[in-house]
C-alpha cells in the first residue's frame, strides 16, 4: 500500500481518523502495518502491501485465516525441526532447506529476510541461465501489464505447489516458461 493513501483514508465503519503504526515499509511502499480508528478503535490491518479494511459486520470468510499452514502446525509439533533450520548459518543449510527457512520466515512476517533466504536457495537449485530467463520472464510480465500491482500465483511442478508473490519484493520464483512466450 501505497503511504500517499494514509491521508485519504478513514475508518469505513464511523468514517473516524486512523492512527498508523507502521512495522515494515520498502521506499514509500507500506508491507506491513496496522491503522485504528481513534473514534471507534477499528483495527486495520495491512498485510503484505496489502489494506483490509472490512468493517465488523462483514463476514470475513477469508480461507487464508481460516486455514493453518502445514508447515507451522509441523514446526509447532516438532520445534527441533525449526530450530534446525534457524539456528545455523543460512550458508550452511541445502537449498531445499533454505527455501522452508524463508517460508518460515515469511509466514513470521519477516520478508527482507526471506527473500533473503529464497535467493539463496534458487540460486543453488536453479543454473544461472534459468534464473536470468526467469528475470526476463517477470520483466516481460510487468512490462505488458503495468498495473502497480500484479499477483503471481504459480504452479512450481519441481516442488509440487504454489507459490505466491507480489511485483515487488517477491520471496516466490518467477513464472515458468510456458506462461511467458518469447523466451
Same mark, same amino acid.
Given at each position: 500500500?501505497?503511504?500517499?493513501?494514509?491521508?485519504?483514508?478513514?475508518?469505513?465503519?464511523?468514517?473516524?481518523?486512523?492512527?498508523?503504526?507502521?512495522?515494515?515499509?520498502?521506499?514509500?511502499?507500506?508491507?506491513?502495518?496496522?491503522?485504528?480508528?481513534?473514534?471507534?478503535?477499528?483495527?486495520?490491518?495491512?498485510?503484505?502491501?496489502?489494506?483490509? =479494511?472490512?468493517?465488523?459486520?462483514?463476514?470475513?470468510?477469508?480461507?487464508?485465516?481460516?486455514?493453518?499452514?502445514?508447515?507451522?502446525?509441523?514446526?509447532?509439533?516438532?520445534?527441533?525441526?525449526?530450530?534446525?533450520?534457524?539456528?545455523?548459518?543460512?550458508?550452511?543449510?541445502?537449498?531445499?532447506?533454505? =527455501?522452508?527457512?524463508?517460508?518460515?520466515?515469511?509466514?513470521?512476517?519477516?520478508?527482507?529476510?526471506?527473500?533473503?533466504?529464497?535467493?539463496?536457495?534458487?540460486?543453488?537449485?536453479?543454473?544461472?541461465?534459468?534464473?536470468?530467463?526467469?528475470?526476463?520472464?517477470?520483466?516481460?510480465?510487468?512490462?505488458?501489464?503495468?498495473?502497480?500491482?500484479?499477483?503471481?500465483?504459480?504452479?512450481?511442478?519441481?516442488?509440487?505447489?504454489?507459490?505466491?508473490?507480489?511485483?515487488?519484493?517477491?520471496?516466490?520464483?518467477?513464472?515458468?516458461?510456458?506462461?511467458?512466450?518469447? =523466451?
Amino acid at each position: 500500500m501505497h503511504t500517499y493513501l494514509m491521508e485519504m483514508l478513514a475508518c469505513p465503519d464511523c468514517h473516524g481518523d486512523l492512527k498508523w503504526s507502521i512495522a515494515e515499509r520498502c521506499g514509500s511502499h507500506i508491507e506491513v502495518a496496522e491503522a485504528r480508528c481513534s473514534a471507534c478503535s477499528a483495527v486495520y490491518p495491512i498485510r503484505e502491501g496489502i489494506g483490509s =479494511f472490512l468493517t465488523s459486520d462483514l463476514p470475513r470468510n477469508d480461507l487464508w485465516e481460516q486455514t493453518e499452514s502445514h508447515l507451522a502446525k509441523h514446526l509447532r509439533e516438532h520445534p527441533e525441526v525449526e530450530h534446525q533450520l534457524l539456528d545455523v548459518p543460512l550458508e550452511a543449510l541445502a537449498p531445499a532447506d533454505q =527455501f522452508f527457512r524463508a517460508l518460515i520466515l515469511e509466514e513470521r512476517g519477516e520478508y527482507a529476510e526471506a527473500k533473503i533466504a529464497a535467493d539463496m536457495a534458487r540460486s543453488g537449485v536453479y543454473t544461472p541461465e534459468y534464473l536470468a530467463c526467469s528475470d526476463r520472464q517477470i520483466e516481460y510480465a510487468l512490462e505488458r501489464y503495468p498495473s502497480p500491482m500484479v499477483r503471481l500465483l504459480i504452479w512450481h511442478p519441481e516442488w509440487g505447489i504454489w507459490l505466491n508473490g507480489w511485483r515487488a519484493g517477491s520471496t516466490a520464483p518467477s513464472l515458468p516458461p510456458t506462461l511467458a512466450p518469447g =523466451f
